[in-house]
């Protein structure tokens, strides 16, 4: 699973930090992934950020 930030979107309220912060860190404002492909085991938490992200401004990569 691999997932990007649309930055127009983001306001930097920490959400996705918070419930995953091994896949997430907000830096100057704005969200930014920190892994290339999400972990197994962080695979629900980032499901939890996209669905609870109050602006939509995550969103998973389709190949």
Do not use: H, L
Request: contains cysteine; glycine residues 6%.
């Amino acid at each position: 699973m691999k997932v990007k930030i649309n930055e127009d979107n983001c306001i930097g309220c920490g959400y996705c930090e918070g419930v995953c912060d091994e896949v997430f860190e907000v830096v100057d404002g704005v969200s930014t992934v920190k892994v290339q492909e999400v972990p197994a085991a962080a695979k629900d938490n980032v499901i939890d950020a996209i669905e609870n992200c109050p602006t939509s401004a995550i969103e998973e990569i389709k190949d």
